[in-house]
């Protein structure tokens, strides 16, 4: 058996990487680490943190293909992030305009979660602690 200790990082490709970079630093409130443009790919790649820890790679390539997010396809399905305070959390990124799915309990654990998404429509979860 293989003895994964953590998870490294999440890559994502967008679309736009102004924009994109905007919304994960600015709106999500993710710290950049490090910025490189891989000229020979035409590519940005941008690291940010969550605090202290490295947690996605942000990369721009020329025309990538879009994301298929409804129906539901096979493969990652969405990123879900802890919040506090799930009502301060969406009044924050209506504040943004982003919208955002009605909060709803997991019926699991009794927390309360939500989604909405990113730039280029991939799926994100705010989930209460």
């Known amino acids: 058996m293989l003895h994964i200790s953590n998870i490294h990082h999440i890559a994502i490709i967008c679309s736009d990487y102004e924009v ?6 600015e709106v ?3 710290r950049v680490m ?3 443009y891989r000229a020979e790919r035409k ?9 202290n820890r490295y947690v996605i790679e942000l990369f721009s390539f020329p ?10 396809a096979r493969g990652l399905r969405h990123l879900a992030f802890e919040v506090t305070d799930i009502e301060d959390s ?11 799915e009605p909060i709803r309990i997991d019926e ?3 927390k309360r979660f939500t989604f909405f998404t990113d730039p280029d429509n991939l799926p994100l979860e705010l989930y209460e602690s």
């Open 90 to 100: 969406v009044k924050m990124l209506t504040s943004y305009g982003i919208k955002t």
């Open 43 to 51: 590519s940005y790649k941008l690291d940010l943190a969550l605090g």
């Open 108 to 110: 699991f654990t009794g």
């Open 63 to 72: 025309d990538p293909p879009p994301r298929v997010s409804q129906p539901e």
């Open 34 to 36: 490090g910025e490189y």
């Open 20 to 25: 994109s970079k905007k919304f994960y630093t």
């Open 28 to 30: 999500l409130g993710f």
